[in-house]
């Protein structure tokens, strides 16, 4: 089945079942978008030529690692905007959108004998529950399911069939492939779509206007306000960032279409292309090759070492992961950091890796700062429950795909971070001032 795919190879079988007939579905998971998402494309291109009908199924979840389906759960409700905008562009498109709601492993199965589905294309996640998810359904049916991934620019798969060690072993690799990747995606035209013959009602919830910010408006917003000022990125007070992480997270804007935007502009954007597709693709490879990317046994063995030589190293400050949550230590920088992304989803990329060395910093131990780290992550971060912030983590922490550095207390050959280091880099009076409102800053 796989021969017949058009495009540049990004597709693997989940099972070894062979097309026969019968419509073809996209089991839309990551990438929640119409437009420029290979998944979508591979499947629509696979029915067109079999001249079979089409549709989109999404599967609402109770629950996600931390966020869950209720109305003020910050991610569902980010979510649900994407997926109105999925649903209004597949209409304009004559494509079915289906939502299903529940276990996606309970609905999967009865979805596709209904319809009579002949093979389901799905898009690609390195994190554990998706990946065993996507994987029951692929056992538990008799047709054909296949995984794209839709997310990296180059599939991890093609770029490496290793766990790297780090930026400088993975970005020679992705370089030489990217000239054969990073190609416009082709666009689809409503007339050349059949719908499945069931018909269908959409929850009423799906059918009210979005009110995010649409994606192509916020890259635009980017390539015109602050790409040119990225060189300015690790200054947390300066709006010099994309701020489109969550854009990414939720599929609504895929990078490959962001980096053709980008490379058009004519702007200078190497450091921002590096972050975005060496250091992005890096994550994706560290979490699809190290099954215990959330956990100390994940570390490399320099780092397990030197944490464990100094894992009882008396700690001056103790805090707990409630006293964390509220941003209640004594440093200001750090508080600062939390009330940050507590306050709106999302905290500035140089003051992460700050925020996650001190929980190192001022926990029991690495397990422990490594668990708390990643549940207030997940638990506050728009972007959160990714493959990114569980390699960040495990970098500031645990030293993946960094080296060693000077060795001292807690940390061991960690690279460390200090409060002094901050106030260097930029003015972080200003940044304690504006998300903590204390007027002195110590
Ligand atoms: C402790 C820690 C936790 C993190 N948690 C997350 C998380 O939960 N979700 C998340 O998407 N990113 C996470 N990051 C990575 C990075 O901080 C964010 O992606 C970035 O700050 C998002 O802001 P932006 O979109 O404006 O970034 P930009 O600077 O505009 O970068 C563009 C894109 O490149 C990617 N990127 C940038 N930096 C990194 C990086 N260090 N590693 C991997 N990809 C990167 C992101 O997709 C980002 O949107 C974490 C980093 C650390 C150190």
């Not at 989940?14 to 990438?31: C, D, T």
């Not at 269908?200 to 919830?205: F, G, L």
């Not at 890259?219 to 990125?233: H, M």
């Not at 131990?365 to 638990?379: F, G």
């Amino acid at each position: 089945m796989l021969e017949t795919m058009k495009y540049p190879i990004r597709a693997r079988a989940l099972n070894a079942h062979s097309y026969a007939h019968g419509p073809v579905i996209y089991w839309m998971n990551r990438e929640m978008r119409v437009h420029d998402n290979w998944a979508l494309l591979e499947a629509y291109q696979f029915a067109q030529e079999h001249a079979v009908p089409f549709a989109i199924v999404f599967n609402l979840m109770p629950s996600f690692l931390t966020a869950t389906n209720h109305p003020q759960d910050r991610m569902y409700a980010w979510m649900k905007e994407g997926l109105k905008i999925v649903h209004a562009e597949a209409h304009a498109l004559g494509i079915p959108f289906y939502v299903l709601e529940g276990d996606a492993v309970t609905n999967l199965s009865p979805f596709i004998q209904h319809h009579g589905v002949g093979a389901v294309f799905t898009d690609f996640n390195p994190l554990r529950v998706m990946r065993s998810m996507k994987q029951k359904v692929a056992d538990q049916v008799t047709i054909p399911v296949v995984e794209v991934d839709a997310h990296n620019i180059v599939p991890w798969f093609v770029a490496s069939d290793k766990q790297e060690w780090g930026a400088y072993t993975l970005r020679p690799k992705i370089h030489r492939l990217l000239p054969n990747y990073l190609i416009p995606y082709p666009s689809l035209k409503p007339n050349d779509i059949t719908p499945l013959a069931v018909p269908y009602t959409a929850p009423t919830w799906l059918l009210s206007p979005a009110s995010l910010v649409p994606a192509k408006d916020a890259l635009q917003a980017f390539i015109q306000t602050r790409l040119p000022r990225y060189e300015e990125r690790n200054n947390p007070n300066v709006e010099a960032t994309s701020r489109l992480s969550a854009y990414f997270h939720f599929g609504f804007l895929s990078t490959q279409t962001v980096a053709l935007a980008v490379k058009a502009s004519g702007i200078p954007s190497e450091s921002f292309l590096e972050e975005m597709i060496v250091r992005k693709e890096l994550a994706d490879n560290f979490c699809a090759y190290n099954p215990h990317y959330d956990s100390f046994e994940g570390f490399p063995d320099w780092a397990k070492k030197t944490l464990n030589l100094h894992r009882h190293d008396p700690r001056e400050y103790r805090y707990d992961k409630a006293t964390l949550a509220q941003g209640k230590t004594h440093d200001d920088a750090w508080n600062a950091a939390q009330l940050q992304m507590v306050k709106t989803g999302y905290m500035h990329g140089y003051m992460r890796m700050y925020w996650a060395k001190k929980i190192l910093e001022w926990t029991a131990s690495p397990e422990e700062a490594l668990a708390i780290a990643n549940e207030l992550n997940d638990t506050y971060e728009l972007d959160g429950r990714d493959p990114n912030g569980y390699t960040g983590t495990a970098w500031a922490i645990g030293g993946v795909h960094d080296r060693p550095w000077q060795e001292r207390p807690i940390f061991g050959m960690i690279r460390f971070m200090n409060f002094q280091g901050l106030k260097r880099k930029f003015d972080l009076g200003l940044y304690i001032r504006t998300w903590t409102g204390l007027q002195i800053v110590k």
